[in-house]
């Protein structure tokens, strides 16, 4: 069993160990498990929005993300995982995207400037990521649950009860997910989103988001020619212990 160590959000990320599983409930890594789940081929993760725009232009790739909780002017898509699947895989089947968001995409680079290996979780993903860690040879000596909250500065409830989950299913510890939900509904990063009064949070995000192991693959970033890459792994239950 790893020695798993929780960290919370930008300086987190930033400290993370062994096999640093990024979080971003709400909703970078749910929108990314969607766009793979609907066919994109590899997910590019970038700090700065006008190497997305460059991407797209130059390169063919969609842009897709957020500043501040807002679409960027230009990109193809937002983060919102309701409009990903809606937008279909009449969008995204064969495609290549550029993403950039204010905490999961950020944890993520933080990360994998040191850290061994870079996964990308959230609450749809969750029950591949710990497979796939149980699968690793040799086994991880450390893992980092990284939480990275509101905007990578401020803590959540959503990530952290995410944390919670993959610590559960890696190494036993009691996890309730019903107390959990409420105490996730009842926060304002959820309740922004079911007022209805921004445009950029719509309300059925957090329903996708908060559907447990709704995926049978997990996310993986590694580097590839200067970039950090995340791609699909799939994880069938049948083929692990």
Request: glycine share 8%.
């Amino acid at each position: 069993m790893p020695r798993i160590l929780r960290k919370h959000l930008l300086a987190g990320a930033r400290e993370a160990e062994g096999v640093a599983v990024v979080i971003d409930v709400l909703r970078a890594f749910t929108s990314a498990a969607c766009m793979l789940h609907l066919g994109a081929t590899e997910i590019v993760l970038l700090a700065a929005p006008e190497d997305a725009l460059r991407l797209q232009a130059q390169e063919g790739y969609l842009a897709v993300g957020e500043v501040n909780g807002r679409q960027v002017p230009g990109f193809a898509m937002g983060n919102s995982p309701s409009h990903i699947l809606a937008a279909g895989r009449d969008l995204f089947a064969g495609r290549k995207v550029a993403q950039r968001t204010s905490a999961g995409v950020a944890g993520a680079l933080a990360a994998a400037g040191h850290a061994d290996a870079v996964i990308l979780g959230s609450y749809v993903t969750a029950l591949a990521v710990a497979r796939y860690i149980q699968r690793l040879s040799p086994s991880s000596e450390v893992v980092s649950l990284v939480a990275m909250g509101g905007g990578g500065r401020e803590v959540t409830p959503d990530d952290e009860a995410c944390a919670d989950y993959i610590e559960h299913l890696l190494a036993g510890r009691p996890y309730d997910h019903t107390a959990a939900l409420r105490r996730i509904v009842e926060h304002e990063c959820t309740l922004k989103f079911l007022r209805g009064d921004e445009e950029h949070f719509p309300p059925a995000d957090p329903i996708y988001c908060l559907q447990r192991d709704l995926f049978d693959f997990v996310i993986v970033a590694t580097h590839e020619h200067a970039r950090l890459v995340a791609r699909r792994i799939s994880v069938p239950q049948e083929e692990t212990a």
